[in-house]
């Protein structure tokens, strides 16, 4: 096992790291930005260094200075969290690279792999996974595209090749769209990733986004944690996450979880992962692979009673998952809300500021992940994600009740999501689970 683990990353993430570390016994390594010297994970860790200035580019994305760290600080292993480096192939790359530390993640030949979206969707077809209806090879002029939408009808989304999360995507409805559609993607896939080639799929009005959680060791292994529902979103970015899904049955659970680690051992793929679907009438297909831990890990850890995080740094260690597929059993509902430092009444624009009041829930079924306190200065150098409030409970419906009673004691002292939160809550559409992901974009009127 590790002796010392350095957590290339900051908040709520790296305390979660952290804590996984301090059960199994390892010494934990902060790095620190300019403005982030009195932050939670800076005084949570057993050792903490200034790896540069506020600017994430300057310090968090610094790969020379965090392997620097590493060295000095004779880290045996680097868990790199969500953001960031988490899903740079080039960085997993020099500490694979690097004598005597451990990536804990997957291999950078799985993260590149899998990182290509067209041949992620070739590995998914190998291994008989449905993909979404769309090319598996890049597509270079409009003409091509334009036959796609005489193909699969319109409309169709035409996506980065090294995109995800929703950047570079462009929903085409009609040919006269297609030219600029496709130019806009190709630069948004050059600026944000560095790569221009673009595809295209069928564009799913209404679907639920699923995912199943992945985790798979070095000696064979892969099983799946069930599944998470994703569709509360607003612009690309999750609202409230939750697991099980409400748009799945049994049958459907189980057949998108074998789906999912038939991909993944296809792919050679190891520690954890998610597989992202989209469902839409009874039927799933392959959208893409997350190569990293996931914000909303959390609520597939409350339904299993699992630790991923503890298993990706046991897995990364060589060890064997101490558990079957059979003995992996989802219990009860949970939901996380993530508590950001955004004013819902301003469209959601950032409010850092001083914390001048913070004071999280508790009780039975409630866990508040975050890496704050009182007093402290919410930086707006980084993510606007504050806190995490995940909430437990036997069924779905208990889940909402233990949610708005968790959120109604939730105070914070600068402007944050809570209220929106609270709004969700006593949203029919959304207690009922029939939301999509279209839903907040089409019936949340923005006030920008
Ligand atoms: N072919 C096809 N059809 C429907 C889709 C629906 C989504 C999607 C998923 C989740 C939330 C969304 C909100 C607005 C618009 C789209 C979404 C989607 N996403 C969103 C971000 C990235 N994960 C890919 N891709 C799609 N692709
Ligand atoms: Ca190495």
């Not at 334009?146 to 570079?168: H, W």
């Not at 040919?175 to 190709?186: C, G, I, Q, R």
Request: negative net charge; hydrophobic residues 40%.
């Amino acid at each position: 096992m590790f002796e010392t683990l350095l957590v290339a990353n900051r908040g709520e993430i790296a305390v979660r790291v952290m804590q996984a570390c301090e059960e199994l016994g390892i010494e934990t390594v902060a790095v620190y930005s300019d403005a982030d010297r009195s932050a939670g994970h800076v005084a949570y860790a057993d050792e903490a260094y200034n790896i540069g200035p506020a600017p994430a580019n300057e310090s968090y994305l610094d790969g020379d200075a965090i392997l620097e760290v590493a060295d000095r600080a004779g880290a045996d292993a680097i868990h790199p969290g969500y953001g960031f480096l988490a899903e740079n192939a080039a960085f997993a790359e020099r500490v694979e690279a690097a004598e005597g530390i451990t990536w804990v993640g997957p291999s950078s030949d799985a993260m590149t792999a899998l990182g290509e979206k067209t041949n992620a969707r070739r590995i998914m077809q190998r291994a008989d996974v449905p993909v979404v209806p769309g090319t598996t090879e890049p597509v270079e002029t409009a003409a091509e595209v334009r036959d796609l939408g005489a193909e699969f009808g319109y409309p169709i989304a035409i996506k980065a090749e090294g995109g995800g999360g929703g950047r570079g995507m462009k929903i085409v409805r009609s040919d006269d769209e297609v030219d600029d559609a496709l130019t806009s993607a190709k630069r948004e896939g050059e600026a944000y990733f560095g790569n221009d080639s673009v595809y295209v799929e069928k564009f799913l009005e209404d679907p639920k986004h699923v995912e199943v959680q992945i985790l798979a060791d070095e000696h064979g292994t892969a099983l799946h944690l069930g599944e998470r529902d994703c569709s509360l979103q607003r612009r690309h970015q999750k609202v409230i996450e939750e697991a099980p899904s409400p748009a799945l049955d049994a049958g459907l659970r189980d057949s998108i979880g074998d789906a999912a680690r038939r991909g993944v051992r296809e792919a050679g793929y190891t520690n954890a992962g998610t597989v992202e679907f989209l469902v839409e009438d009874s039927q799933f297909y392959f959208m893409e692979v997350n190569t990293r831990i996931q914000v909303e890990h959390t609520v597939t850890e409350e339904v299993t009673g699992i630790d991923i995080v503890r298993e990706q740094i046991r897995i990364a260690a060589g060890a064997e998952l101490p558990f079957a597929q059979a003995d992996v059993e989802i219990d009860g509902h949970a939901m996380e809300f993530r508590i950001n430092a955004e004013n819902p009444a301003a469209g959601f624009a950032p409010t850092p500021g001083t914390l001048t009041a913070y004071d999280p829930p508790g009780g039975l079924g409630v866990r508040i992940d975050d890496a704050i306190a009182r007093g402290d200065e919410i930086a707006g150098d980084y993510d606007s994600m504050i806190a995490k409030l995940i909430v437990r409970a036997p069924t779905r419906e208990r889940c909402l009740e233990r949610s708005r009673r968790a959120l109604s004691q939730f105070d914070v002292g600068v402007e944050t999501t809570v209220p929106f939160h609270r709004l969700m809550l006593a949203d029919e559409t959304f207690r009922a689970g029939g939301h999509t992901t279209s839903y907040l974009d089409q019936s949340v009127e923005d006030d920008d």
